[in-house]
């Protein structure tokens, strides 16, 4: 077998070799933990395994999701498997989308002192203190928009000196923006209302009705949208 | 990054794309998908199955994985359990937290049941989170569920259960409407027509989407509906067996905490397997684009108890996974991606199946291009791949399409070094998702009773192949209504003892099977060491 190309990384400061190739999450497991907390999708939605670190030598920290970073030599690595964030409750069916809905839930993004802790350490590369800039506002299109790629990781509202949790408050933008400042979907409120009104029953009752080598021919020849 | 070698291929993609846009390569007739099917779909393979030796399902062929965990010891043999004390009382109980798991849970309380919902994970850890290309409803003017249906069973080769199959196109525009109306951000245009695509085997464009976060975006907005709605959910809890009552209904399930250890009770009226699938078994040493959990628990926790299993040897693999790079080899490269116009090409820059067959047949087709016919393109893993020529879509659609449309595959493949508007990707089919799973009636429930599957753990609804979206449908549908009705029928639900006694008898089939194992199920997480072992 070829020689492969090995680093040193340190887990909570213990030194292991592992193959330069791995992905960090990966390279937990080559050096033997069962991950528990700290790992979800394996592909970059959940927001399962934040990670922190620092390269050895360096100053700057650092921040990532394991699973979709690799490993370099010297790294020092810590995992942010849960963040205590504040998450305000609320009934959507009772708000509306004004700027009063954030003062009222979220009030502390009014004390953003601009130091872009937040945008620094996205792993998804989100301008995080544009998106609270515009919930300031109360644009919650705009803040709906910038904050979408949003993996709920928690690593801005660890890095944040004004206490804002602002994954929740772009989950609160997005959802007003789906229910109320998007544009409402005729077609579907009509089409829900004919099958709750019984109007779609007969032709899918004959459908069912079909035989195997019926519903074939229709298969078939089915006409096919463009 | 690309290595040298694969550069110079390249070239031949980009040879003959001028080409190749415009010419529409041809569909294949039912007698071409048959043949392809058998001879290159993993699920023709005879030895990845192994038949069942107890159980309902004794004699019918599961995958040898599978069947490893059904003959396995409970994790409860040999345990003292204090069943009179649990740890939680409720009216349903939920196991799951994914979107099955959270649409139930909203919808049993909604009708007054005290709900407690238990994952192995974290609420929202699920497949649903990855499921990126969008989610079909037959909402638009020209499309009916009828017609939604037609495509349903086709796409499942006839075997699906009707009542089943009914009841998702049928509930397909509500689920769509209430994810629109708990805030879910569906692509649309300015005057409110959802911006929808094809996907394999469909005849209407009604895959509606969040740009290619569809799953991740449902999951979160249901997450935060269930913590707005106050209703309990412990993370990091997996249940490990279910419980009975003394005349045989599900009763609750002992539940244990990753972090101490500990068993715990939980009791219920009713109770709801919302589990997901089982990608992270790795079914004939395929690569999964499947989330961390899924380990077929609920699969097993429901055959200990008798329900029955259908379609348990027939896996999807979806055509398009990563083939390169190897650090996110086997993630899903969404179906989208060939919605919107990229098709796959063997190593001579030429198309050899039609880009939106049903992804059975695209699978299998790309098997037989690598292996069949030695057209695959080599990875550096000795694994094969075929090109999925992406800029093409940029090319049909216009620039800046694919940030727009598909903005987590461009995010993928860039933090990898690879930008898919300028260059084609190489995938390989992965396991993606099981067709089949525990039987289920039109309301969820089992033949068990007061036990409930929703999900991807449940089994009927796609017969043999599930077309893409179906399934974001179905765990909506599906999650819906075993909520709705577990959240009813709980209110005239007297249990008796709570009893463990089924596991003592699976134990003794186990025995008299002949099955002598230390084996240990359900498998709660896998374990991966990356060839360690090796160096």
Known sequence: MAEKEMVDIYLLGKRYTVPASLTIMDAMEYAGY???????????????????????????????????????????????????????????????????????LY?????????????????????????????????????????????????????????????????LARRLTGKYLAPETGYLTDRVREIEQGEHDQALAEMMDKSADEMKALYNTRDIEK | MFTAEMRELI??????????????????????????????????RESGFRALSLGVNRGDKVPVELADLLEANSRLAGQPLDLSR??????????????????????????????????????????????????????????????????????????????????????GPGAIKWLNDLGVMFDKEKDGTMVTTHGGGTSRKRMHAAADYTGAEIMRVLRDEVQNRRIEAIDFSPAVELILDADGKAAGAVLLNLETQEYLVARAKTVILATGGAGRLHYQGFPTSNHYGATADGLVLGYRVGAELVFADTIQYHPTGVAYPAQIFGALV??????????????DGEQFVYHLETRD???????????????????????????????????????????????????????????????????????????????????????????????????????????????????IVFGRRAGAHAGEACRNVRL?????????????????????????????LPHYTHGRHED
């Open chain 2, 86 to 171: 649990p740890a939680y009382d409720v009216d349903v109980l939920i196991v799951g937290g994914g979107g099955a798991g959270a649409a139930a849970a909203l919808e049993a309380t909604a009708r007054g049941a005290k709900v407690l919902v238990v994952t192995k994970l974290r609420l929202g850890d699920a497949n649903t989170v990855m499921a990126e290309g969008g989610i079909q409803g037959a909402d638009k003017p020209d499309d009916s569920p009828a017609l939604h249906y037609l495509d349903v069973m086709g796409g499942g080769h006839y075997t699906n259960k009707k009542e089943l199959a009914a009841a998702l196109v049928k509930d």
């Open chain 2, 361 to 475: 047949v695209a699978a299998a087709a790309i098997i037989r291009e690598c292996y069949g016919r030695n057209k695959g393109i080599q990875t550096p893993t000795e694994g094969q791949g075929v090109w999925l020529d992406t800029p093409l879509i940029e090319m049909i659609h216009g620039e800046g399409t694919i940030e727009k449309r598909l903005p987590g595959m461009l995010r993928m493949y860039r933090k990898f070094g690879i930008d898919l508007r300028k260059d084609p990707i190489l995938v390989y089919p992965t396991l993606h998702y099981q067709n089949g799973g525990l039987l289920i009636d039109e309301h969820g429930r089992t033949s068990i009773p007061n036990l409930y599957v929703a999900g991807e753990a449940a089994g009927g609804i796609h017969g043999r192949n599930r077309l893409m979206g179906n399934s974001l449908l179905d765990i």
């Open chain 2, 11 to 44: 070239k031949k993609v980009e040879a003959t794309r001028t080409q190749r846009l415009g010419t529409a390569f041809p569909r294949m007739s039912p007698e071409e998908k048959d043949e392809v099917l058998k001879a290159y779909h993993p699920d023709y």
């Open chain 2, 334 to 347: 969404t179906e989208k991606v060939r919605s919107l116009g990229a098709t796959p090409l063997n190593i």
């Open chain 1, 107 to 171: 009030p502390e993004i009014y004390s953003c002192i601009g130091c872009n802790a937040c945008t620094k350490a996205c792993p998804q590369e989100l301008k995080v203190m544009q998106y609270i800039a515009f919930a300031q506002r109360g644009d919650f299109e705009k803040c709906a928009h910038a904050s979408f790629d949003c993996v709920s990781c928690g690593i801005c509202a660890s890095r944040c000196p004004a206490q804002i949790t602002h994954y929740q408050v772009g989950l």
């Open chain 2, 496 to 524: 008796k003892a709570l009893t463990l006694d089924h596991v003592a008898k699976y134990q003794q089939a186990l025995a008299d099977s002949g099955v002598v194992t230390d084996r240990v199920s359900p498998l709660v």
């Open chain 1, 34 to 104: 069962q991950l528990v907390r700290g790992c979800g999708c394996r592909s970059g939605f959940c927001g399962a395994c934040a990670t922190i670190y620092r390269i050895k030598g360096q100053k700057e920290l650092k921040v990532c999701l394991s699973c979709q970073t690799k490993v370099e030599d010297g790294m020092y690595l810590a995992q942010l498997p849960f963040f205590p964030g504040d998450k305000r409750e609320y009934n959507l069916d009772e708000l509306k989308p004004t700027a009063d809905v954030m003062k009222q």
